[in-house]
């Protein structure tokens, strides 16, 4: 007895050195949540509506970590006929491929009334979000931000006294349902558009409206319609009551601000203040101060705001549309001084929106982010190059987007399982093209519109550099070039150049191989090209594709692939569909 | 060589002595469909909105088949995130339970892009139809007509000149997600009601539409605003033209007549016409005439109706609202007279139907519906009664139908597999209880409106005969009981008895034994009982439920289990999701 109880003592005494000695980062934590996903009534625009919310909630809660934690989600699907999945944007999913949360690609969907356990290391400190990637359900409200702060001993390169955290996405008042049917029919009906055979009491489709954590007002403006002076914007539930941002004078704060809109691309000010630009998709950029800034869907911005204007006034902080000529109001939240009220409205009207045409505007906001000093530099050459042109097509009649002319049409066994079974036949054997025709005019619709359909995937050697060319081309209708935000799963990618018209070798010798900044999503500009540069360092199947919803309903993506032999042990939940299930039940049945 | 020459003409020769020695059963046929569910635009009644359709078909193609054939569909989902399945209502599907088109009961959920095949015998000519059976995508338009021809040298025993068909139904402006959530909530927000919230643009619920063959008009009659007079009742689109019955004087025709309405009990009737019923639910009936018919979700009939009014006249035939009081006008089709034109609208209005809530008149026509002469007899005794108390309850608040107090909740992995694999867990152990408390006063709401929801089964002796007592009762509010059509899959039962209040033994005595009908949807009346009398000869997991939509999705069903051990191998996509597609997947992994 005397004896066991010494030996328990001299343990428990070596264990607390040994917990002494480790170094910080021993401190990471797993982070425990358990989910549901499925439809509830909200209000976000004042206008009741069903969305997919998560415990009840919409936006979905927001997950806190540090660096190093693990997230541990069970999801449990709680809709009725439908599956679901949870994409963590942002998150490399390194050694964890199976919970990058993308249906046909990473994991079979979860079925109702079923759990799937997201489990997953965030390595990196910055402001990410989830949302759904199966169908449209993004765009139905199943989203939420995920805040990395640094870990334990680390710190931030800036410094700031407090901080607000604003998830920004559009809402339409049209089911997804009623949207994919009309971006599947012939002819297109797009979202948000007047429908051709609108009935009287379905009338037309109206604009969608914008909202900031979730919360915004349809087809009126505050500003212009004063909550005091108007019912029309009067707020009719705390669902609908515009974001107030408490602040006190002379205080520094980090706003952090990701857009998840199914469409709009963003602009984002507030009246009287400057923004200093610190953080892009999680990594540290080299500051520079900014009076608006641009947001497309996928990225995410923190900024730092000094409240060094007149104490005795509240302002607006305002969200236009870009690129695309609005139909709606912005959206607006109050930065409030305090002891001001909070309903005290501003002294002065929302800052002004650049014109939603004004790409030079635009581009010079992207043109200046560049990577923090010290940070990581690109490979100095590629292993090879994928020039990706992005053109909308025609497929029997139906409207598509295509990539070197193939449309993405992703197939119901998910990649990573039946790449890893080395399954035949469940996706379309072949690699697709690396390039487009050299006579090809990126500045008129397509000679020929037709397009393909397929499933093929570009198998990608494991540690290569591998450049990527977006190259942006006029969409079917003369002189229309949209705007693209091309998000990449399981990687970061460093941009390392931008131009205007097509693409040529000479550009080459000019990218950005000092200071380009890492990012997880990038844009390309009307009649523009992007080029960026990844390290192919993650066994997986992931979807490099532009984050407009509608876009990729459309087929606007490609599958990218490496190492997927290396793959550990995928959870079996992931491969239970299709030809993975098959495959697995077979070979037991008696 | 020779040898083997003169062998094979043997062979020859004798294949075709057979052939010509098999009985005329010999000649049925395998009827091959290849199908594809997906969401279509459909203006059902002049009012656009997205619906479920068939190979772009609202309702879906009609089948049709010989008794005796082979039916074979091949059913792709296209929808873009939901599972779907279709039921083959009123086939009895013996030996091939898999088919019955459950989900959560016979099969796992068909995923999106996956095809699953239903092969099924149809034993007997009759009026049958086909519906989804997952969520509430029936109430979503997913249905269509099975008609069964007697077999070649068989003959229905009356004449007839020609047929129509009609599928009768009912249709709501909002989704099926939305009216998911409804019904869902707290406090609960009842189809079609005014919503609690609602706001300026979502506005009231409206009323449903009733529609014959997927046609109806929204909001206004045709025959109160003729086509002519009012814009407001023009059909817009040949989508909502009312269905023309073209007819010749002095002929006699057949009318198959089923409902697959959400919710709605209908009346209907032929102005000046009377009708002799002759067919329910696949089953010949003691011909009795009538001059207007009620038929409930679930239900089929056919009538024989003579053209022998006035052949310069067109003339109404007008479906109603029976046991609600009804918002919404009758559904209107016109039987027209040739060579009269079509639109030449009738000289006398509509057929009045009976007030909405003549109970007695219901019940004066249900209780007239006898087995035809000569038909199969019941056992005399049963083996075993089971009593089936039907109420309106909470759980944790929530408005939940019970039966003897469970609410039914559908476990995500099917029984069929689950309990032919003996996998433990898969649903709720123990067996539901067999009866009520006889102090239960069926005439008051419950004293104690709590219940609980389980997935427990009935499990049932194969081969024995199991009395079933449906017994009504006041629901929550007071003074109100409602009609529940009560649909039970695998099997046809003899309805051998009805009556008023609490059901008692000494009503057994009464039961009729001598020629009670065969149906496989049977009504009770508020406040009332039925009987029913069945042969548990079909080894499977049958549904046995309520066949109100919203009622089914609130828990208004028991679930019946006979014979699973002699099932014959289940096919892998009905097992290929939950506890099978685990239990057989895991035993492989590498």
């Known amino acids: 007895m005397a004896t066991s109880s010494l030996l328990l003592l001299l343990l428990l005494i070596s264990s607390c050195i040994i917990s002494a000695l480790l170094p910080a980062a021993s401190a990471s934590k797993t982070r425990h949540f358990k989910w549901e996903v499925g439809y509830i009534y909200a209000s976000p625009d004042c206008n009741e509506k069903i969305l997919m919310g998560i415990n009840g909630q919409f936006p979905g809660p927001t997950i806190r970590a540090k660096a ?20 963590w944007h942002g998150i490399r999913q390194f050694g964890t491929p199976w919970a990058d949360g993308t249906a046909s690609i990473s994991q079979c969907a979860i079925d109702p009334e079923e759990t799937f356990v997201y489990r997953f290391r965030v390595e990196k400190a910055g402001t990410y979000f989830y949302h759904g990637h199966y169908g449209m359900q993004r765009a139905a409200g199943l989203y939420g931000s995920l805040i990395v702060d640094a870990a334990d001993g680390e710190e931030e390169p800036f410094r700031y006294d407090g901080e607000f955290n604003l998830l920004l996405s559009d809402w339409y008042h049209q089911s997804i349902y009623d949207q994919m049917v009309g971006l599947s029919s012939n002819p297109l009906r797009w979202i948000g558009e007047p429908q051709v055979n609108a009935s009287a009491t379905t009338g037309r489709n109206p604009p969608p409206t914008l909202l900031i954590n979730g919360r915004g007002q349809y087809n009126c403006s505050l500003a212009a319609h004063p909550v005091e002076g108007s019912n029309a914007c009067r707020p009719t539930s705390k669902d609908c009551a515009p974001v107030v941002l408490r602040v006190l004078p002379n205080k ?27 953080e892009a998709d999680g990594n540290h950029v080299e500051p520079f101060t900014v009076g608006d800034i641009d947001i497309y869907s996928g990225e995410s911005y923190s900024v730092l705001v000094t409240t060094d204007q007149n104490p005795s006034s509240n302002y607006w902080l305002s969200v236009g549309v870009r690129g695309r000529k609005p ?32 790409y030079n505007h635009s581009k010079s906001f992207s043109y200046r982010i560049l990577a923090r000093r010290g940070a990581p530099k690109p490979p100095q050459s590629a ?30 066994t998910p990649y990573l399982g039946s790449m890893r079974y ?36 570009y198998v990608i050697g494991l540690n290569s550099t591998v450049d990527v060319i977006l190259q942006n081309a006029n969409a079917l209708a003369v002189n229309v070039s949209e705007i693209h935000p091309w998000h990449l799963h399981g990687h970061e990618f460093w941009v390392v150049g931008y131009g205007d018209g097509r693409f040529g070798e000479k550009e080459v010798a000019r990218f950005n191989l000092k200071n380009p900044p890492l990012r997880n999503t990038v844009v390309i500009f009307p009649y523009g090209w992007t080029a960026i540069r990844f390290v192919a360092d993650n066994p997986g199947v992931w979807a490099f594709h532009c984050h407009i919803e509608p876009h990729l309903h459309m087929g606007m993506g490609v599958i990218f692939a490496e190492g997927v032999e290396h793959v550990g042990k995928i959870p079996r939940e992931a491969l239970a569909c299709g030809m993975t299930a098959k495959m697995l039940m077979d070979k037991h049945r008696p």
Chains 1, 2 share one sequence.
């Open 68 to 87: 190093g934690d693990t997230i541990h989600v069970e999801l449990k699907n709680t809709l009725h006929t439908e599956g679901v999945v949870i994409h």
């Open 252 to 278: 520094t704060y980090r706003l952090r601000i990701a857009s998840t809109t199914s469409l709009s691309s963003l602009n984002l000010a507030i009246g009287n203040h400057k923004m200093v630009v610190v």
């Open 327 to 358: 139909k709606t109001s912005p959206a607006l939240a109050i930065v409030n001084y305090r002891p001001n009220s909070p309903s005290k409205l501003p002294e002065s009207g929302p800052p002004m929106a650049p014109e939603w045409n004004d």
């Open 383 to 412: 292993d090879r190059r994928i020039v990706l042109l992005n053109t909308q097509n025609k497929i029997d009649g139906y409207t598509k987007w295509s990539i070197n002319n193939v449309s993405l049409a992703l197939p119901p």
């Open 422 to 457: 080395r399954l035949k036949n469940a996706f379309d054997a072949g690699m697709p093209p690396e390039n487009f025709p050299p006579s090809y005019d990126v500045m008129r619709p397509p000679p020929n519109p037709n397009s393909t359909q397929s499933s093929n995937a």
